[in-house]
C-alpha cells in the first residue's frame, strides 16, 4: 500500500520560531496539498502544489506559510514566526489527478506552539 | 463558498447496531468524499462518490446530487469503526464538521 509519510510526528515549538513539516508524497503522483485541522475542528485546506508552483491557496495561507518542493521527493511547509494559534494537525496529501478521487493523506505532523 | 454541514455531530451505537450519516452541501460539486479519521488521527479516503451509490464491505455510500446531499451507511458496526467521519467537497476539499461515531462493545 503506498503512504505519505510525514515528518515529524509531533514537534513543539517557541511562539516567533520558524516551523518545517516534511512531507514525502507517493512517487507517482503530481498534485501535493497541505491541510490543517486544529484540534477538535474541521479540516481545512490551506494550499495546493503541481508543477513546481501552487495552485490554490486558502485565506489561511498568508505570507507567515510558504510551501516548496526542494528535491524530487520532499514537499515542504515553512511557516514563519508562528503564533499560538498555529498549533494543529498539519496534514500533507497527494493524488494523481487534479479530481482529488486518488488521494491518499499523510499521518499528519501534530504541531504545538507555547 | 460552498458550505458543508453533517449530521449528526455525535452518535453513540452498541456493537452491530447500523448507522447512518448525512451530509448537505450548498452548491453543486463534482468531486465528493467520504473519509474516517481514526482515533489516531489518520484520515482515512472510505469513498470519492460524486453520484449514484457505492459499497465497500459493511459501508457503503449514496449521494443525490440533484438534491445536495449525501449518506453514509455504516452495517453491523464495530469497535473499530470509532472515529470522526468527514465528508469533503469541491475540488479542494472543504469538509464539514464531522460525525464522530463512538461503538461500545
Known amino acids: 500500500e503506498p503512504e505519505v509519510t510525514q515528518t515529524p510526528s509531533h514537534q513543539v515549538t517557541q511562539m516567533g520560531q520558524e516551523v518545517i513539516l516534511r512531507c514525502v508524497p507517493i512517487?507517482?503522483?503530481?498534485?501535493f496539498y497541505w491541510y490543517r485541522q486544529i484540534l477538535g475542528q474541521k479540516v481545512e485546506f490551506l494550499v495546493s502544489?503541481?508543477?513546481?508552483?501552487?495552485?490554490?491557496k486558502s485565506e489561511i495561507f498568508d505570507d507567515q506559510f510558504s510551501v516548496e518542493r526542494p528535491d524530487g521527493s520532499n514537499f515542504t511547509l515553512k511557516i514563519r514566526s508562528t503564533k499560538l494559534e498555529d498549533s494543529a494537525m498539519y496534514f500533507c496529501?497527494?493524488?494523481?489527478?487534479?479530481?482529488?478521487?486518488?488521494?491518499?493523506f499523510g499521518e499528519g505532523s501534530w504541531l504545538t506552539v507555547v | 463558498g460552498i458550505q458543508v454541514e453533517q449530521s449528526p455531530p455525535d452518535l453513540i451505537l452498541q456493537e452491530g447496531a447500523n448507522s447512518t450519516l448525512r451530509c448537505n452541501f450548498s452548491d453543486s460539486v463534482n468531486n465528493l468524499q467520504w473519509f474516517h479519521q481514526n482515533p489516531w488521527g489518520q484520515l482515512i479516503n472510505l469513498f470519492y462518490?460524486?453520484?449514484g451509490t457505492k459499497q465497500n464491505g459493511r459501508l457503503s455510500a449514496t449521494t443525490v446530487a440533484t438534491e445536495r446531499y449525501s449518506l453514509l451507511y455504516i452495517s453491523s458496526s464495530q469497535t473499530t469503526d470509532s472515529g470522526v467521519y468527514f465528508c469533503a467537497v469541491a475540488q479542494k476539499l472543504v469538509f464539514g464538521q464531522g460525525t464522530r461515531l463512538t461503538i461500545n462493545p
Open positions: 502544489f503541481y508543477n513546481n508552483e501552487i495552485s490554490e
Open positions: 496529501a497527494s493524488s494523481t489527478t487534479p479530481l482529488i478521487n486518488t488521494i491518499y
Open positions: 512517487s507517482n503522483h503530481l498534485y
Open positions: 462518490i460524486p453520484s
